[in-house]
């Protein structure tokens, strides 16, 4: 008996090491954001899939599109994307607040339509469309991005937003 239990707590001793070791490794990060875009405010920087980064000529408006949504108290992460008339909106709301997402919604949508009328606004607080927009943002960044590929990812988010409706 005495023989038995010392094998067991060898091999029991062994099990935890081989498991810390184990999760210990797994922890390493790829370097993606989209990784952790659900858990973790990503902050993107607001992006125009014909000029990139905000441009000059429309003074900063995906920046004021971006800061008007993370003005609102119960959002804590916002993504931009902008293509020609058209605006993605996607955002992550505070977990206490997501009984309240209909209204949120309907409160972003009407803000943003009173301050920018010249734009039509695809807001959505989905994680799925949030998640495609870091990718696309993602893909922006990239210098030699194909506007093309751009524009079908675009249309992409905007299907998936037809499908929420």
Do not use: W
């Not at 993107?44 to 900063?60: A, F, Q, S, V, W």
């Amino acid at each position: 008996m005495f023989r038995q239990g010392r094998y067991f707590y060898g091999s029991l001793i062994f099990f935890v090491v081989a498991l810390c070791l184990l999760t210990a490794c797994s922890s390493q990060e790829d370097g993606k954001t989209e990784n952790l875009a659900l858990i973790k405010r990503t902050n993107p920087e607001p992006m125009d899939i014909i000029n990139g980064m905000d441009h000059e000529d429309e003074k900063g408006l995906i920046s004021k599109v971006k800061e008007a949504v993370a003005n609102e108290d119960t959002i804590y992460d916002v993504i931009v994307v902008k293509n020609g008339k058209k605006i993605i909106v996607a955002y992550k709301v505070k977990h206490l607040q997501r009984f309240h997402m209909k209204k949120i919604e309907k409160t972003v949508t009407g803000n943003l339509e009173e301050k920018f009328p010249k734009y039509e606004f695809i807001v959505s607080s989905d994680y799925k469309i949030f998640l495609e927009s870091v990718r696309l943002n993602e893909l922006l960044k990239k210098k030699d991005v194909p506007e093309k590929k751009a524009r079908e990812k675009f249309k992409e988010i905007e299907g998936l937003q037809k499908e929420l409706i």
